[in-house]
């Protein structure tokens, strides 16, 4: 069967399974759950998966599921992933009451187009066609959130890190695949949407902060407190002073939130905890930026008397999309969605541990405009079901077909041609290096 027929075929398959995947994403939407906890959302990729015959493996970070589609011969394997977790925004009208969760990240939707292409490779019975392997991954823990119950779990063992890929890539869960692809929706005001190949984006590193100074009467005796509070409004204010010292080409950002900034206000707070990232465009920035923060959040202690403890962990690195993939993905999303509604944008500013993974193996991250409001907003909401539920799988699918037909040779010339920065043995000891408080 020629390219061109397996590809129709697979889009007919697609848009026969059209309103499977529209119910699919609408279930996993109206239960969201948080990273590492996200059980009953596992349990619903793992039923589809074994409805269609397939094999699953389960456990992989807590909650990822994984199978594997085997074609005439397995020359190479590509994955495609979807994220099972939520995030938190409790003024979304669909949030979870309990918990905050929202799926106004879209992972609902990713989900969706992960199962679309598995739920087409079967129906179209394709895979006797292609020289490859396609690996269908359900993957935990994207949004790096709940910093503070996360440690917790790397404190009793259960997980060595933060993100999920992260825990994954530790766990050797892509020893088996030489390239990894996936879409992430995004809102966009072009009616027909719009799909974008996907940019560089920056890494980043957590950061746990405590102040710490004494109590003592806010209005009695305030000479014999120190002020943790006023510790940590300096800190902040310190690294506001120096953001004049990051570079453009850096996208440099700090953005940290107060967990907790005292107790009852006639009490001088003596304890003052702080979360944040450092993030930018890459290592070498994030090193000596994070640095320089450093220095100016323990300055605010200083400043007072009191002091300051810095716990830095181990963040996303920055992604880097493989070039000669990325253009297999912008030929078939021109075929789809127009030329004329394909592009690329400059450099994200946000980080996705896709960037970790793009540092092992060839991968590729666009961002499909589907959806109106904001990435992460209140006002998020899914407004083209065409571009999320169709087009979008329709181009991932004719790109895994481009890259294992033909004895794989497309999939064969990226592998060959890509560099790895890190083995999974140097990436632990990476980001195990960051958690001792090595400098990088």
């Not at 349990?43 to 074994?50: R, T």
């Not at 389960?58 to 599921?65: E, K, P, R």
């Not at 405590?210 to 005796?221: D, F, V, W």
Request: hydrophobic letters at 40%; aromatic letters at 6%; glycine letters at 8%.
């Amino acid at each position: 069967m020629t390219r061109d027929a397996l590809k129709q075929r697979v889009c007919e398959a697609i848009r026969a399974r059209r309103s499977d995947i529209e119910a699919i994403a609408a279930n996993i939407f109206s239960e969201p759950e948080l990273g590492y906890k996200e059980q009953k959302t596992s349990a619903k990729v793992k039923k589809i998966f074994e409805e269609m015959g397939q094999t699953c493996e389960t456990g992989w970070a807590i909650t990822g599921v994984k199978t594997r589609m085997k074609g005439a011969r397995s020359l190479k394997t590509v994955a495609l992933l979807g994220e099972l977790d939520a995030i938190v925004c409790r003024e979304h009208p669909h949030a979870d009451p309990a918990t905050g969760a929202a799926h106004c990240c879209g992972h609902h939707i990713q989900i969706a187009n992960m199962l679309a292409v598995a739920w087409a490779f079967k129906d179209a019975g394709i895979m006797n066609e292609l020289d490859g392997d396609v690996v269908f991954f359900a993957v935990p823990a994207e949004e790096y959130v709940e910093i503070d119950y996360r440690s917790k779990l790397r404190e009793a063992g259960t997980i060595r890190y933060l993100g999920g890929k992260q825990q994954l890539i530790a766990e050797g869960a892509f020893d088996d695949v030489d390239m990894a692809m996936q879409m992430h929706a995004h809102p966009t005001a072009n009616p027909a949407g719009y799909y974008n190949i996907g940019a560089s984006s920056n890494g980043f590193i957590g950061k746990l902060i405590t102040y710490r100074g004494r109590a003592a009467h806010a209005a009695g005796s305030p000479d014999k407190g120190i002020n943790a509070l006023n510790a940590a409004m300096l800190g902040v204010m310190g690294v506001n002073a120096i953001r004049e010292r990051f570079r453009e080409k850096d996208y440099v950002r700090f953005h940290p939130i107060i967990n907790a900034g005292g107790d009852l206000v006639n009490v001088i707070p003596d304890y003052v905890t702080m979360e944040s990232y450092t993030r930018a465009a890459s290592v070498e920035a994030l090193a000596a930026c994070n640095k320089d923060i450093n220095r100016a959040l323990r300055a605010g202690a200083d400043a007072v008397g009191a002091t300051c403890e810095i716990k830095d962990l181990p963040g996303y690195l920055p992604l880097r999309p493989d070039e000669t993939l990325r253009g297999v993905l912008r030929a078939n999303a021109e075929a789809v969605f127009g030329a004329q509604n394909v592009g690329i944008s400059e450099h994200n500013a946000g980080s996705t541990e896709m960037g970790d993974v793009s540092h092992i193996m060839p991968v590729v991250h666009p961002w499909v405009g589907c959806v109106k409001g904001v990435l992460h907003g209140a006002d998020f909401e899914l407004d083209n079901t065409d571009a999320a539920f169709e087009k979008s799988p329709e181009v991932l699918a004719m790109t895994i077909i481009d890259l294992l037909c033909d004895n794989a040779a497309l999939a064969q010339s990226i592998c060959s041609s890509f560099k790895p920065v890190l083995t999974r043995e140097s990436y632990c000891r990476f980001l195990d290096d960051i958690a001792a408080g090595k400098d990088l």
